[in-house]
């Protein structure tokens, strides 16, 4: 049975969570604090995290950070805010997913289910940091430091979209997003576009890729009637 860490201060939220995970045969233990769940899951490592934005001692994103020096747990975000800021932080810090409120609970259960699938065994295969040598089969790395993304330790001269399309890509590497998706990760205002505008992007993107390596665009992949994936 999967164990589950939810950490969340509203109880109506949580007491729902809670009865939708333990009806799917989840074993959930319930933190109102980033503190609180923090030391549950030093004592005892979750299979899984569920992460509330605005907790009252520390935000989820702090969480979210800390839990990352130490562990590859999979970790899907509640957020009642609709910024893309939060969004973009929260996977630039290793968040797996999120869902923003008011939700189903059978929305989330169904979430929880297909990161767990989608993240099994990650930590058999973890991705090198922008720091490591140059490694063939991961070329494309980010430098958070100078916000940057780099092919095989070289910086692409992207545009504020286009680097902010990547880092979607390159934090979830093998996941098919809708364009949909993509625009609302990486546009400040997704409505204000259409989806077109990420083929555009798409097609600038591999351009730059191919000027550095023949096949390089590859690395972008198109799925027909669904939408694009970064393959290493």
């Given at each position: 049975?999967?164990?589950?860490?939810?950490?969340?201060?509203?109880?109506?939220?949580?007491?729902?969570?809670?009865?939708?995970?333990?009806?799917?045969?989840?074993?959930?233990?319930?933190?109102?604090?980033?503190?609180?769940?923090?030391?549950?899951?030093?004592?005892?490592?979750?299979?899984?995290?569920?992460?509330?934005?605005?907790?009252?001692d520390?935000?989820?994103?702090?969480?979210c950070?800390?839990?990352?020096?130490?562990?590859?747990?999979?970790?899907?975000?509640?957020?009642?805010?609709?910024?893309?800021?939060?969004?973009?932080?929260?996977?630039?810090?290793?968040?797996?997913?999120?869902?923003?409120?008011?939700?189903?609970?059978?929305?989330?259960?169904?979430?929880?289910?297909?990161?767990?699938?989608?993240?099994e065994?990650?930590?058999?295969?973890?991705?090198?940091?922008?720091?490591?040598?140059?490694?063939?089969?991961?070329?494309?790395?980010?430098?958070?430091?100078?916000?940057?993304?780099?092919?095989?330790?070289?910086?692409?001269?992207?545009?504020?979209?286009?680097?902010?399309?990547?880092?979607?890509?390159?934090?979830?590497?093998?996941?098919?997003?809708?364009?949909?998706?993509?625009?609302?990760?990486?546009?400040?205002?997704?409505?204000?576009?259409?989806?077109r505008?990420?083929?555009?992007?798409?097609?600038?993107?591999?351009a730059k890729?191919?000027?550095?390596?023949?096949?390089?665009?590859?690395?972008?992949?198109?799925?027909?009637?669904?939408?694009?994936?970064?393959?290493?």
């Amino acid at each position: 049975m999967p164990r589950i860490l939810l950490v969340e201060d509203e109880p109506s939220i949580a007491d729902t969570l809670v009865y939708a995970l333990k009806t799917d045969c989840f074993e959930v233990s319930h933190a109102l604090t980033g503190g609180v769940g923090l030391a549950l899951h030093e004592e005892a490592p979750f299979d899984f995290v569920i992460l509330d934005i605005g907790l009252p001692d520390i935000t989820g994103l702090e969480v979210c950070k800390r839990l990352r020096e130490t562990s590859a747990v999979p970790i899907l975000f509640l957020t009642a805010r609709d910024g893309e800021i939060d969004r973009i932080l929260g996977l630039e810090l290793g968040g797996d997913d999120y869902v923003t409120k008011p939700f189903s609970p059978r929305e989330v259960v169904a979430r929880v289910r297909a990161i767990m699938r989608r993240t099994e065994g990650r930590d058999e295969h973890p991705r090198p940091s922008a720091d490591a040598p140059p490694d063939p089969a991961f070329p494309l790395t980010h430098d958070e430091a100078t916000m940057r993304v780099l092919y095989l330790s070289q910086p692409l001269d992207l545009t504020a979209h286009e680097y902010k399309l990547l880092l979607v890509f390159l934090k979830r590497p093998h996941r098919v997003f809708t364009r949909d998706q993509l625009l609302d990760l990486a546009w400040d205002d997704p409505g204000a576009v259409t989806d077109r505008t990420i083929d555009a992007h798409i097609k600038t993107i591999r351009a730059k890729l191919r000027d550095r390596s023949a096949g390089a665009e590859n690395l972008i992949e198109t799925r027909r009637g669904l939408g694009y994936a970064y393959v290493p």
